[in-house]
């Protein structure tokens, strides 16, 4: 039987320690993706036991970055599940109960040594460029004694007894067999001295207890896979699969994403927070599409999915370990792609807050009308008023000089102004099979070229010197509204003579 078809049960458990980034909506992308795909449990678990980094709006955050991504979990804090609680530190006893267990196999010792002390440990070593390893004072202290200590009050963490002979073999998913010598694994701390379990501990009970079929994290955590693998053995649990996923690099492919290049990035007008591309006027289909793809692909040209799509072929086979840059390009190439992909209907869902932002009070028969015409141009929604804002103005007023087409003089623009105002006037309607043609026929008459009448025109309807088809803009407009810009159009000129 393959991953495929055993049901999956994975979860995504950020740190609410921030806000919901690229990195994070991958992870918990292909989690999403291998539960829906082999019918398991998507979990969200809230890792919230380092309290000095805590965020205060970072959980719900990380909620509604997840749902705007379409990525719903099964279990979690807020819709309950049998595994629960879902929130770490609601889980606090039970990572002592499990850190008693290895003090009482021997897996794990009580360390008495002060912060003062390890920092004196650490600095010898460093100076000696040793690995900056806990020196293993406390390792063999006996149990009584300690056990004496604490009850005297004197404070202490508990860390992992790691093996200091042999070596230990770890099995990710993507990179297969990694051997590593024990010497280099550390006594880790397990709990603070505060009582509070750290990720090392607090993960690999979690994962178990919650029955967590697959483990997809970043790889930062490749270095201390070691010491979580002995941590399952010393506990004699099955481990899961474990895929470490690709880093992402920087946009120029040139080195790992670091805070100050996320800074910069913000400075250049770029995002890596899930909730800026939604006020970048992305859509979340299109996010999804691009961070698929940042480490995972189906084939060599594939490159549009839907969400459906992606949990029908996804699968941890083509998932690739090496990293990946962040193309912000290709982002805009797939929400153009999304976008055409939607309905009028559905697209009038993102193009209608647009307007709105800019406070028009936005007519539904109206917009029917406008998204067919920007529906090819539009990269990003907040393209739309850059298209079509025209349609919600009362008046249009150029700057003057626009409105003199190429090679022509403003009395000569006028004159042009004026003769369409009379044909336009005598037409039924605006519609391009009435308009269309007495305007070509004056083109004709008057020996310019098209594109110098309809320019003029354009710009005194639109105010723009590109516009959706001029016609079909004009019949949505409608006659009176049309005339009276032109009209405008025919003073402004006459004022530049
Ligand atoms: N809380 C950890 C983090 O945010 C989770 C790592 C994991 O998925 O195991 O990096």
Redo the contacts with the bound molecule.
């Keep these: 039987m393959t991953d495929q078809i055993k049901a999956a049960r994975v ?5 609410p320690t921030g806000y919901l980034h690229l990195g ?1 909506a991958r ?1 918990a992308l292909f989690n999403y993706l291998l539960a829906h795909k082999t019918g398991g449990q998507f979990i969200l678990r809230i ?1 919230d036991t380092d309290r000095r980094r805590f965020v205060e709006d970072a959980e719900a955050e990380q909620m509604s970055g997840l749902r705007w991504l379409g990525l719903q979990w099964d279990e979690g804090p807020d819709v309950g599940g049998p595994y629960g609680p879902y929130r770490q530190s609601e889980r606090k006893e039970i990572y002592l109960e499990h850190a008693q267990k290895l003090i009482e196999s021997g897996d794990a010792f009580y360390c008495f040594c002060t912060p003062e002390r390890l920092a004196q440990v650490r600095q010898e070593r460093q100076k000696r460029k040793e690995p900056l390893h806990y020196d293993g004072t406390c390792r063999n202290i006996p149990r009584e004694e300690a056990e004496r200590r604490i009850a005297n009050g004197e404070p202490y963490v508990i860390r992992f007894k790691s093996p200091k002979e042999g070596s230990t073999t770890v099995y990710d998913e993507l990179r297969g067999e990694i051997t590593i010598n024990n010497e280099i694994i550390d006594d880790s701390v397990l709990v603070k001295s505060d009582g509070w379990a750290l ?1 090392h501990l607090a ?1 690999m009970v979690d994962d178990h207890l919650m029955k967590i079929t697959h ?4 790889s ?2 490749l270095p201390t896979f070691p010491l979580h693998t002995l941590l399952y053995r010393a506990f004699g649990w099955e481990m899961p699969k474990f895929v470490h996923l690709s880093v992402f690099l920087k946009p120029s492919g040139k080195g790992k994403m670091s805070k100050r290049d996320v800074a910069e990035l913000g400075g250049d007008g770029y995002s890596i927070f899930v909730r800026d591309f939604e006020g970048f006027g992305y859509l979340p289909q299109a996010l999804d599409n691009w961070i698929a793809l940042m480490g995972w692909s189906y084939d060599d040209h594939t490159e549009f999915f839907t969400l459906e799509d992606l949990v029908e072929k996804f699968s941890i086979e083509k998932l690739n370990p090496s990293p990946a840059a962040i193309n912000f390009s290709k982002l805009d190439h797939f929400n153009g792609l999304h976008i055409r992909s939607l309905s009028t209907e559905e697209l009038k869902k993102w193009v209608r807050p647009q307007f709105e932002k800019l406070g028009y009070s936005v007519d539904d028969t109206l917009l029917t009308k406008i998204i067919p015409l920007i529906r090819e141009r539009m990269v990003t929604f907040d393209d739309a008023p850059r298209f079509a804002e025209f349609f919600f103005k009362d008046e249009i007023t150029p700057p003057a000089e626009e409105l003199v087409a190429k090679k022509t003089t403003a009395a000569e623009s006028a004159e042009i102004a004026r003769q369409s105002l009379a044909v336009l006037s005598q037409v039924e309607s605006m519609a391009p099979e009435t308009a269309e043609p007495p305007m070509r026929d004056l083109v004709e008459k008057l020996g310019y070229k098209p594109g110098q009448v309809f320019g003029i025109i354009r710009v005194a309807v639109t105010g723009q010197t590109v516009s959706p088809p001029l016609f079909e803009c004009m019949e949505i407009i409608g006659k009176e509204k049309v005339l009276s810009r032109l009209r405008n159009a025919v003073l402004l000129l006459e004022e530049l003579i």
């Design positions: 979860r995504y458990a950020p740190s994070g992870t890792e990720y993960a483990v997809f994290r970043g930062e955590w």
